[in-house]
């Protein structure tokens, strides 16, 4: 008897809003940068030193959890890593101490890194390879990221800093979710235990080299949006002579952006391709970054959203993209497009709060503005994947 619709897309629906839990995290660190300017008096480098805490030990094993969940699939990872990003910034405001708050966040890091590769993994078995279904999947991250400004700023109105064990809430919830979406997912796993999904090796073989320049894109595209996300919260209010408020809101406009780009990016590429879709994408972002630099005043929040809009639109495509060139490494490719390739950019955080204690921040996100154009002559030779059964 076949499935009722319903119940083939509740592991999708509750990955997704797992997902959303899980990503409220990563953009909850930027989020507090702000409040950690005004109460700590922390200086730009040390700002988005914290920032940096957050993607360095996540970039470096996140790849590590990708070979794991290639050789043996670990579900349990998805409940754990949870809360332990969770844990990490509800800890973030307790502590007056630098290095503690480095720590905390780290932790953080580390619970998004141990997340994203078994997360796409699963995902992907649920969504049976579908671009638009993975477009929700991502959707639910972007979701999250949306939701941390105004979720950290009515934490921070509350009690300061201080009141930020309650930002361990959506950690809870997502942590029963991800638990409810494998419970789901299970009989699906057993009804075809006997097909190409629980069988051996699957079909198809690795391209690595066009992964290589797939993974040097999203990397421009990372250092774009995580010096942005660090620093606009702090750069609108100088060009709208507005104050915390201003700087949330265009965080908030950022990271919307991404709930509408990100399923709008799975259609097109229905319609039109997953490459062509990509290209354009990154076409569109630098204009856009430029306006955010240099356009005063209100019409700063259009170019955000535009800019959320080139970032965004291709992000679940770089992922389908990553596992179809490696389809006999689908966790690898999934922890380097999801994961790793976002948390890189916080690499560049330091230099750009370097830049701009040294300068301003006009010219230390100047630079930004170039990476759209670098990413793009890095996908022009890319060729359209097969999409293994």
Request: glycine share 12%; with cysteine; proline share 7%.
């Amino acid at each position: 008897m076949p499935e009722p619709r319903a119940a083939r897309f509740r592991p999708l629906t509750l990955l997704s809003a797992g997902h959303a839990c899980v990503d409220v995290y990563q953009g909850a660190v930027a989020a507090l940068v702000p409040f950690f300017v005004a109460e700590r008096a922390y200086s730009y480098a040390a700002a988005s030193g914290v920032v940096l805490a957050a993607t360095l030990l996540s970039s470096v094993v996140q790849p590590l959890f990708g070979v794991l969940t290639d050789r043996r699939p670990l579900p349990w990872l998805l409940p754990v890593s949870t809360l332990a990003a969770g844990a990490g910034v509800a800890l973030a405001g307790v502590s007056g101490s630098y290095a503690v708050t480095l720590a905390v966040v780290a932790l953080s890091g580390v619970g998004v890194a141990a997340y994203h590769p078994e997360a796409a993994r699963v995902a992907r078995r649920a969504s049976a390879g579908s671009h638009t279904a993975m477009g929700w999947f991502a959707l639910g991250g972007n979701l999250g990221f949306a939701t941390a400004p105004p979720l950290v700023a009515a934490v921070a109105a509350a009690g300061g800093l201080r009141a930020s064990p309650l930002l361990v809430l959506p950690a809870l919830a997502g942590a029963g979710l991800c638990a409810a979406a494998l419970r789901s997912l299970q009989p699906y796993g057993q009804q075809k235990a006997a097909g190409a999904d629980a069988a051996g090796a699957p079909e198809g073989r690795d391209d690595w080299a066009s992964f290589a320049r797939l993974t040097g894109a999203v990397v421009c595209r990372s250092v774009v949006f995580v010096g942005l996300s660090a620093f606009v919260s702090l750069y609108v209010p100088e060009r709208t002579a507005g104050g915390t408020a201003a700087g949330s809101a265009a965080l908030f406009v950022l990271y919307l952006g991404g709930a509408v780009g990100t399923v709008a990016g799975g259609r097109l590429a229905s319609r039109f391709g997953r490459l062509p879709v990509v290209r354009w994408s990154y076409a569109l972002a630098g204009p856009a970054v430029a306006g955010v630099v240099f356009v005063p005043g209100p019409a700063v929040y259009v170019f955000v959203a535009l800019t959320s809009a080139g970032l965004y639109v291709p992000f679940s495509l770089h992922v389908t993209l990553g596992q179809d060139y490696l389809p006999r490494h689908v966790g690898t490719a999934g922890g380097v497009t999801l994961g790793l390739a976002l948390s890189a950019g916080g690499l560049a955080g330091p230099l750009i709060g370097a830049l701009a204690d040294a300068t301003s921040l006009t010219v230390a996100l100047s630079p930004l503005i170039a990476l759209p154009a670098v990413g793009l002559l890095l996908l022009g030779p890319l060729r359209e994947p097969g999409t293994p059964r």
